[in-house]
């Protein structure tokens, strides 16, 4: 199995530029969270979905966020303007979600850098 | 809101001692789970408690879940370079499959 994909790996942009991340889940998997990770607030959750449908975005901090999955292999987190302070790493992570348990894996990530 | 607290946030251990960390919830919680992350990766699942008073090993680490459920410890045995990372714990209550991460406690290891 390939894993959780996260494209592109690097981003480099300037401010005010719109962003788009990639995730391609597991195969067979019915979740799909986007995380957040910077050394000040750690690992956030910013939205998930189960079975294509958000289910929770009280994470995305603020309409220049927005995410879809148009299908269950595909998602994107969309940053439209970019700013300076959105320069953090982002996780896609998937799971299978049945009742009692729920491991998260995580794809590599992306280091998105705002200039 | 739902707040996991980890404790100590910095580890530095000596190779071939112990050390602890603590995962502390205000609410109960449906399981808890543990994750590492190694420096410039991402975070990997390691373990997951559901049972009251739950205790499982895997080789030098010890996860523990408390009686109440609402805490959680890692202990890890005879330090080695290879445990150098990130541990967090993450909770799920009852209300559905979303984590929330604590913030993790960073171990660095003295050769």
């Known amino acids: 199995d390939a894993g959780v994909i996260q494209s592109p790996r690097h981003e480099v942009t300037e401010m005010g530029q719109e962003v788009t991340l990639r995730c391609k889940p597991i195969?067979?998997?019915?979740?799909l969270f986007w995380y957040r990770q910077t050394m000040m607030r750690g690992l956030e959750l910013l939205i998930y979905?189960?079975?294509?449908?958000?289910?929770?975005d009280s994470g995305m901090p603020e309409d220049r966020f927005s995410a879809k999955m148009p299908n269950a292999s595909f998602s994107t987190l969309k940053i439209q303007p970019s700013e300076p302070r959105d320069s953090a790493v982002y996780f896609c992570?998937?799971?299978?979600?049945?009742?009692?348990?729920?491991?998260?894996?995580f794809g590599p990530g992306t280091r998105l850098t705002v200039l | 809101g739902q707040q996991v607290m980890q404790i100590p946030q910095y580890q530095h251990v000596q190779e071939g001692e112990d050390f602890t960390t603590y995962c502390n919830s205000s609410?109960?919680?449906?399981?808890i789970q543990w994750y590492k992350q190694r420096p410039g990766g991402h975070p990997v699942f390691l373990i997951q408690?559901?049972?009251?008073?739950e205790v499982k090993k895997q080789k030098r680490l010890t996860f523990q879940f408390g009686e109440a459920k609402k805490n959680s410890s890692l202990h890890i045995t005879a330090t080695q370079t290879t445990d150098v990372g990130t541990y967090f714990c993450?909770?799920?209550?009852?209300?559905?499959?979303?984590?929330?991460f604590g913030g993790g406690t960073r171990v660095l290891v003295k050769p």
């Open positions: 992570a998937s799971s299978f979600w049945d009742t009692n348990t729920d491991t998260q894996y």
């Open positions: 195969s067979g998997h019915n979740s």
């Open positions: 979905f189960n079975n294509n449908v958000p289910i929770d």
């Open positions: 609410t109960t919680l449906s399981n």
């Open positions: 408690l559901v049972k009251s008073g």
């Open positions: 993450a909770q799920q209550t009852a209300a559905g499959n979303k984590l929330t």
